[in-house]
Nanobody, 125 residues
Framework: QVQLVESGGGLVQAGGSLRLSCAVS????????MGWFRQAPGKEREFVAV??????YYADSVKGRFTISRDNAKNTVYLQMNSLKPDDTDVYYC????????????????????WGQGTQVTDSS
């Protein structure tokens, strides 16, 4: 069983930065493709970023401001968020899918098998 635990959320002013972390336990971390999603109250969970062997891919709304990275030695994936906007206020979730999976899309929730509990990012402006 794969377990994901997010951390790093909190209050941040518009224009500020935060780095989210997602620690993964269980099976071999390097064999999983990792993604970040976010969800506002009353809205569907939406894609933010995914890191694949070919690199990071981003939603248009965060491109140029957010960076996804991973440290396989630490079993951790990160989301560096810069130039934060009030619209970035959401609960952020990390997610994992086997790298060999052909099920679903990298850019939608149906493509992921495992999810963390989420971490809240709130605009304090």
């Amino acid at each position: 069983q794969v377990q994901l635990v997010e951390s790093g959320g909190g209050l941040v002013q518009a224009g500020g930065s935060l780095r989210l972390s997602c620690a993964v336990s269980g099976r071999t971390f390097s064999s999983y493709t990792m993604g970040w999603f976010r969800q506002a109250p009353g809205k569907e969970r939406e894609f933010v970023a995914v890191i694949r062997w070919s690199g990071g891919y981003y939603a248009d709304s965060v491109k140029g401001r957010f960076t996804i990275s991973r440290d396989n030695a630490k079993n951790t994936v990160y989301l560096q968020m810069n130039s934060l906007k009030p619209d970035d206020t959401d609960v952020y979730y990390c997610a994992a899918r086997p790298s060999t999976s052909y099920s679903g899309s990298y850019y939608s929730t149906d493509g992921y098998n495992y999810w963390g509990q989420g971490t809240q990012v709130t605009d304090s402006s």
